[in-house]
């Protein structure tokens, strides 16, 4: 899979998902902001991703995901 | 297995608001519990567990499930976390179980950040599906 | 169940498509012994109950949640701290159904919302 199917794939997942509009979802923009996640929902972006992509991420690791384009590089190296 | 007063080694409820009654055991990722309905189950009324009560049944599986995760990462010693509901979804309630029935629950956790664990669970009478959910537990460090 | 035992209905407003009941909670119920023994915390279910009956007070009979769509906490209920609390309904009522979109607040805190289905009881 490349970068941008994983790109397209994830805002478009993101966007259903916490009913934001697919345009505020930008590689700088901070993705708890931006989807207003609270502890609670965070785990629900984890869920989500893990299913769709057949990754098994853990806690430790997705805090340490900042922005939207964290978050690509993060499931890109975890399907390679 | 663990049974009766052995489940207070996994969860952190007491008397008079035990909702399981039977620890099946666990996996890395799955657990099982029990529990008959017992008449003077404080959330009986005529002769039915009420929703109350199978969605506390189902909270307690799951909090039991992390009970023994917690001892097999700090020690069979570790207490019980204590532990809430974060969020419930998806919660069908096909029918209320009657004084005198089993329950059994399998829960299967799908995903966990920091101290919030995602988990489905889905509660049978024997063979008959009565009640399934998605729930968030938080747990306190 | 919980109706004046566990709480009590202190009084209710009518608002515009919402009804609003203050309830009073019983710090010295047998609950509290157990969730939690010397940290008394309102179990999330007894909050969902506590909703459930004030629906059944405003709709006159009881109910069973058959879907319980979502609900979810924001802040622990504690019996001394937060005795008196506030429980806004909106209620879609049909022939048969229940729909329910409640919250319970106080002040400026929320402490949890609920969105669920319940069917009307026959009462026997």
Redesign the interface.
């Known amino acids: 899979m490349t970068k941008a199917e994983i790109t397209s794939k994830v805002n478009a997942l993101l966007a259903e998902e916490f009913e934001v509009e697919e345009s505020v979802i930008t590689p700088d923009a901070n993705i708890k902001k931006t989807l207003e996640l609270d502890s609670l929902s965070l785990v629900d972006l984890v869920a989500l991703i893990d299913n769709e992509f057949g990754i098994k991420t853990n806690g430790a690791e997705i805090s340490k995901v900042g922005t939207f384009g964290e978050l690509y590089d993060f499931i890109e190296s975890k399907i390679a | 297995m663990q049974q009766g007063e052995e489940i207070k080694q996994l969860i952190p409820q007491r008397e008079p608001i035990m909702m399981i009654d039977t620890f099946y055991g666990a996996t890395e990722t799955t657990g099982k519990s029990g529990l008959t309905v017992l008449a003077d189950n404080v959330f009986c009324e005529g002769g039915q567990l009420r929703e109350m009560g199978v969605i506390e049944h189902i909270a307690q599986t799951c909090a039991a499930y992390n009970g023994v995760k917690n001892k097999q990462n700090n020690g069979e010693a570790s207490k019980p976390k204590l532990g809430y509901i974060g969020e419930i979804k998806k919660c069908q309630i096909v029918r209320l179980p009657r004084v005198g029935e089993q329950l059994t629950t399998d829960v299967v956790a799908t995903a966990q950040v920091m101290n919030v664990t995602l988990m489905e669970a889905t509660t049978k009478i024997g063979d008959e599906t009565i009640a399934s959910c998605q729930i968030k537990l938080f747990e306190e460090d | 169940?919980l109706k004046n035992d566990f709480f009590t209905i202190a009084g209710k407003e009518n608002g515009e498509g919402l009804v609003t009941y203050h309830v009073v909670l019983n710090p010295d119920h047998?609950?509290f012994?157990?969730?939690?023994?010397g940290?008394p915390?309102s179990?999330?279910?007894?909050n969902?109950?506590m909703i459930?009956a004030c629906a059944e007070e405003e709709v006159g009979c009881g109910l069973?949640?058959?879907?319980?769509?979502?609900?979810?906490?924001s802040h622990?209920i504690t019996p001394n701290e937060n005795k008196e609390l506030d429980i806004v309904l909106k209620l879609e009522t049909t022939e048969q159904v229940v729909k329910i979109a409640a919250t319970i607040v106080k002040g400026d805190t929320k402490f949890m919302d609920l969105k669920a289905e319940a069917l009307k009881e026959q009462k026997?």
């Open positions: 169940m047998n609950i012994k157990g969730h939690f023994p940290n915390i179990p999330g279910v007894c969902i109950g459930k069973f949640i058959e879907n319980l769509k979502q609900c979810k906490f622990l026997a």
